[in-house]
């Protein structure tokens, strides 16, 4: 029972009062993914392994990041909060949290929050 994780609904007031720190962590992760990505080119097989490795370590940080806000991670860049009945829905470099879209439909059936 210790194991359960805790689910937090969000208010869209809530989701976009974080997402200045969401938006600055994932900036601060793209910057270092990118500059992994061109250190990558030209690179031996070896050291392209290595880099890999690096950018998949970024990636699992910024994602443990975004779960200590709150946030469920659901793709590279890209957030929900969960509102109770679906998902306010955020990826990199949105400005603000302006989609939604129910528990089944994913990123694809998302919406824009009228």
Known sequence: MGNVATRRE????G?????????TRTERAVEEAEKLVLAR?????????????RIQQLIERWKHEMEAL???VKGVWLV????GSGYY???WPETTVDHF?????????????Q
């Open 101 to 113: 879209h129910g528990y089944e439909e994913g990123f694809s059936g998302r919406s824009r929050i």
């Open 41 to 53: 080119e030209g690179a031996t097989a070896g050291e392209q392994a290595k880099v890999d490795a």
């Open 15 to 23: 989701a976009r009062a974080v997402l200045s720190d969401v938006r």
């Open 89 to 91: 829905c955020w990826r």
């Open 70 to 72: 709150g946030a469920e």
């Open 10 to 13: 969000w208010t869209l007031e």
């Open 80 to 83: 929900d909060f969960d509102n």
